[in-house]
């Protein structure tokens, strides 16, 4: 059993920086593969990126170059950090577990956070 709690976001301008936070719990955390998406209002819930319990990393072309995933598994925390950030990001994040890659790549996972809010004015 794995849950999910996300932090960090807000109301950021156009061009300026974010970083979201996923808390974990669950005795192995470190196993799982670990994804952020994001669901915009009247849209379907897109990936984000994702990184592998061995730290390798997958992204969305929409966020490549702006947007970097990272996990400390000492800490059970998963970030996103999200520079350059523009109007289209605005979204409620989601913070994903699951343990195969392959799954959250194709949207699926076994465990999902409640989301937290990002909105960025122009």
């Known amino acids: 059993q794995v849950q999910l709690v996300e932090s960090g976001g807000g109301l950021v301008q156009a061009g300026g920086s974010l970083r979201l936070s996923c808390a974990a719990s669950?005795?192995?955390?470190?196993?799982?593969?670990l994804a952020w998406f994001r669901q915009a209002p009247g849209k379907e819930r897109e990936f984000v990126a994702a990184v592998t319990w061995s730290g390798s990393t997958s992204y969305a072309d929409s966020v490549k170059g702006r947007f970097t995933i990272s996990r400390d598994n000492a800490k059970n925390m998963v970030y996103l950090q999200m520079n350059k950030l523009k109007p289209e990001d605005t979204a409620v994040y989601y913070c994903?577990?699951?343990?195969?890659?392959?799954?959250?790549?194709?949207?699926?996972?076994?465990?999902w956070g409640q989301g937290t809010q990002v909105t960025v004015s122009s």
């Open positions: 669950g005795r192995t955390f470190s196993s799982y593969a």
């Open positions: 994903a577990a699951d343990p195969v890659i392959g799954r959250l790549l194709r949207g699926w996972a076994d465990y």
